[in-house]
Protein backbone atom coordinates (compact mmCIF):
# COMPACT_ATOMS: atom_id res chain seq x y z
CA UNK A 1 0.00 0.00 0.00
CA UNK A 2 3.05 2.07 0.25
CA UNK A 3 2.27 3.10 3.58
CA UNK A 4 4.48 5.01 6.16
CA UNK A 5 6.60 3.34 8.86
CA UNK A 6 4.26 3.72 12.00
CA UNK A 7 6.44 3.62 15.40
CA UNK A 8 4.02 4.69 17.52
CA UNK A 9 2.49 2.51 20.26
CA UNK A 10 -0.87 2.25 17.67
CA UNK A 11 1.11 -0.52 15.53
CA UNK A 12 1.79 -2.98 18.24
CA UNK A 13 -2.13 -2.74 19.21
CA UNK A 14 -3.79 -3.01 15.78
CA UNK A 15 -0.86 -6.17 15.24
CA UNK A 16 -1.71 -7.16 18.67
CA UNK A 17 -5.94 -7.21 17.53
CA UNK A 18 -5.33 -8.74 14.15
CA UNK A 19 -3.62 -11.87 16.50
CA UNK A 20 -0.42 -11.76 17.28
CA UNK A 21 0.56 -9.34 19.59
CA UNK A 22 4.48 -8.26 19.15
CA UNK A 23 6.07 -10.40 21.93
CA UNK A 24 2.87 -12.20 22.92
CA UNK A 25 4.31 -15.22 21.73
CA UNK A 26 5.41 -17.33 24.91
CA UNK A 27 7.77 -19.47 23.17
CA UNK A 28 10.98 -17.71 21.15
CA UNK A 29 10.11 -19.16 17.87
CA UNK A 30 7.78 -16.50 17.18
CA UNK A 31 4.83 -16.91 15.58
CA UNK A 32 3.80 -20.05 13.45
CA UNK A 33 2.96 -19.62 9.56
CA UNK A 34 0.13 -21.72 10.50
CA UNK A 35 -3.25 -19.64 11.70
CA UNK A 36 -4.63 -22.42 13.50
CA UNK A 37 -2.19 -21.22 16.13
CA UNK A 38 -3.17 -17.55 16.45
CA UNK A 39 -5.95 -17.69 13.94
CA UNK A 40 -9.75 -17.91 15.57
CA UNK A 41 -13.59 -16.12 13.96
CA UNK A 42 -12.81 -12.56 15.91
CA UNK A 43 -8.93 -12.15 14.58
CA UNK A 44 -10.71 -12.92 10.78
CA UNK A 45 -13.19 -10.23 11.35
CA UNK A 46 -10.76 -7.84 12.98
CA UNK A 47 -8.08 -8.67 9.67
CA UNK A 48 -10.89 -7.80 7.36
CA UNK A 49 -12.53 -4.53 9.47
CA UNK A 50 -8.70 -3.60 9.26
CA UNK A 51 -8.50 -3.98 5.86
CA UNK A 52 -11.21 -2.02 4.82
CA UNK A 53 -10.49 0.70 8.01
CA UNK A 54 -7.27 1.16 6.09
CA UNK A 55 -8.74 1.48 2.68
CA UNK A 56 -10.91 3.88 3.99
CA UNK A 57 -8.11 6.43 5.04
CA UNK A 58 -8.63 5.09 9.14
CA UNK A 59 -5.34 3.93 9.79
CA UNK A 60 -2.43 6.39 9.92
CA UNK A 61 0.25 6.65 7.31
CA UNK A 62 -1.73 4.16 4.97
CA UNK A 63 -4.36 5.34 2.31
CA UNK A 64 -5.81 4.04 -0.88
CA UNK A 65 -4.53 7.66 -2.45
CA UNK A 66 -1.02 6.52 -2.57
CA UNK A 67 -1.06 2.93 -3.70
CA UNK A 68 1.26 2.46 -6.69
CA UNK A 69 -1.95 1.32 -8.76
CA UNK A 70 -4.75 3.47 -7.55
CA UNK A 71 -4.28 5.89 -10.91
CA UNK A 72 -4.49 3.33 -13.47
CA UNK A 73 -7.35 1.38 -11.52
CA UNK A 74 -9.52 4.04 -9.98
CA UNK A 75 -11.69 4.80 -13.35
CA UNK A 76 -11.69 0.99 -14.70
CA UNK A 77 -15.50 -0.48 -14.48
CA UNK A 78 -15.58 -3.41 -11.62
CA UNK A 79 -14.02 -6.60 -12.89
CA UNK A 80 -11.36 -4.39 -14.12
CA UNK A 81 -10.60 -3.34 -11.13
CA UNK A 82 -11.14 -7.04 -9.23
CA UNK A 83 -8.54 -8.32 -12.04
CA UNK A 84 -5.93 -5.51 -10.91
CA UNK A 85 -6.41 -5.95 -7.28
CA UNK A 86 -5.82 -9.89 -7.26
CA UNK A 87 -3.05 -9.34 -9.65
CA UNK A 88 -1.32 -6.77 -7.34
CA UNK A 89 -2.60 -7.56 -3.75
CA UNK A 90 -2.98 -11.22 -3.98
CA UNK A 91 -0.17 -12.52 -6.28
CA UNK A 92 -2.83 -13.39 -9.28
CA UNK A 93 -4.71 -16.22 -7.11
CA UNK A 94 -7.92 -15.79 -5.66
CA UNK A 95 -10.39 -18.82 -4.88
CA UNK A 96 -13.77 -18.38 -6.88
CA UNK A 97 -15.39 -17.49 -3.41
CA UNK A 98 -13.15 -14.26 -2.69
CA UNK A 99 -13.70 -13.45 -6.27
CA UNK A 100 -17.00 -13.10 -5.69
CA UNK A 101 -16.94 -11.12 -2.91
CA UNK A 102 -14.90 -8.57 -4.24
CA UNK A 103 -17.29 -8.41 -7.42
CA UNK A 104 -19.80 -8.15 -5.41
CA UNK A 105 -18.63 -6.60 -2.56
CA UNK A 106 -20.83 -8.16 0.09
CA UNK A 107 -19.07 -9.91 2.65
CA UNK A 108 -20.97 -12.76 4.21
CA UNK A 109 -18.37 -13.38 7.57
CA UNK A 110 -18.85 -9.32 8.27
CA UNK A 111 -22.60 -9.89 7.52
CA UNK A 112 -22.78 -12.45 9.83
CA UNK A 113 -20.39 -11.82 12.61
CA UNK A 114 -21.33 -7.75 12.59
CA UNK A 115 -25.65 -8.82 12.80
CA UNK A 116 -24.36 -11.01 15.81
CA UNK A 117 -22.55 -7.94 17.70
CA UNK A 118 -25.57 -5.68 16.43
CA UNK A 119 -27.66 -7.83 18.88
CA UNK A 120 -25.73 -6.71 21.60
CA UNK A 121 -26.49 -2.94 21.86
CA UNK A 122 -24.59 -0.35 22.83
CA UNK A 123 -22.57 -2.59 24.79
CA UNK A 124 -20.03 -2.41 21.74
CA UNK A 125 -20.72 0.94 20.71
CA UNK A 126 -17.54 2.62 18.25
CA UNK A 127 -15.60 5.27 19.18
CA UNK A 128 -16.50 8.70 16.99
CA UNK A 129 -14.31 8.72 13.74
CA UNK A 130 -11.85 11.25 15.02
CA UNK A 131 -10.92 8.61 17.56
CA UNK A 132 -9.16 6.27 15.33
CA UNK A 133 -6.29 5.45 15.51
CA UNK A 134 -5.11 8.77 16.86
CA UNK A 135 -2.42 9.72 19.55
CA UNK A 136 -4.70 10.74 22.86
CA UNK A 137 -3.51 10.98 26.42
CA UNK A 138 -4.90 7.51 28.06
CA UNK A 139 -7.87 8.14 30.70
CA UNK A 140 -9.36 5.64 33.46
CA UNK A 141 -11.66 3.36 30.57
CA UNK A 142 -9.54 3.90 27.47
CA UNK A 143 -9.11 0.79 25.22
CA UNK A 144 -5.44 0.19 26.21
CA UNK A 145 -4.03 -1.09 29.61
CA UNK A 146 -1.45 0.82 31.43
CA UNK A 147 1.02 -1.97 29.84
CA UNK A 148 0.34 -0.47 26.71
CA UNK A 149 -1.71 -4.19 25.51
CA UNK A 150 -5.40 -3.88 24.19
CA UNK A 151 -8.28 -4.90 27.07
CA UNK A 152 -9.37 -7.97 25.49
CA UNK A 153 -13.31 -6.67 25.75
CA UNK A 154 -12.56 -3.15 25.00
CA UNK A 155 -14.00 -1.86 21.69
CA UNK A 156 -11.94 -1.70 19.06
CA UNK A 157 -11.52 0.52 16.02
CA UNK A 158 -11.11 -2.58 14.15
CA UNK A 159 -14.97 -3.28 14.97
CA UNK A 160 -16.13 -0.27 13.90
CA UNK A 161 -18.31 -0.59 10.51
CA UNK A 162 -16.76 0.41 7.19
CA UNK A 163 -18.81 1.18 3.94
CA UNK A 164 -17.05 1.96 0.91
CA UNK A 165 -17.25 1.28 -2.56
CA UNK A 166 -15.73 0.99 -5.66
CA UNK A 167 -11.81 0.59 -5.78
CA UNK A 168 -11.41 1.48 -1.99
CA UNK A 169 -13.49 -1.61 -1.00
CA UNK A 170 -12.41 -3.78 -3.73
CA UNK A 171 -9.00 -2.91 -2.18
CA UNK A 172 -10.47 -3.08 1.48
CA UNK A 173 -11.88 -6.65 1.36
CA UNK A 174 -8.49 -8.08 -0.86
CA UNK A 175 -6.41 -6.95 2.32
CA UNK A 176 -8.90 -8.96 4.25
CA UNK A 177 -9.02 -12.06 2.22
CA UNK A 178 -7.94 -15.49 3.59
CA UNK A 179 -5.50 -15.38 0.10
CA UNK A 180 -3.69 -12.28 1.30
CA UNK A 181 -3.31 -13.60 5.32
CA UNK A 182 -1.85 -16.56 3.54
CA UNK A 183 1.00 -14.07 1.82
Known sequence: MNAQPD???RTAQLVARLGQPIFGRQTP??????????MNTGAILNRIN????????RVPGATVASWPYTASLQHEN???????????????????????ILLSGENPLVQKLGSAADSL????EPPAADDMMTERPRQAGAAVAKNGAPR??????????VRLEGLAQVVGLALGAPEFQRR
Open 50 to 57: FGLALAAG
Open 78 to 100: RTAQVDGVIKAILGGQSSPETRS
Open 152 to 161: PNAPSPLSRP
Open 29 to 38: DGWPDRGDAW
Open 121 to 124: GSML
Open 7 to 9: TTP
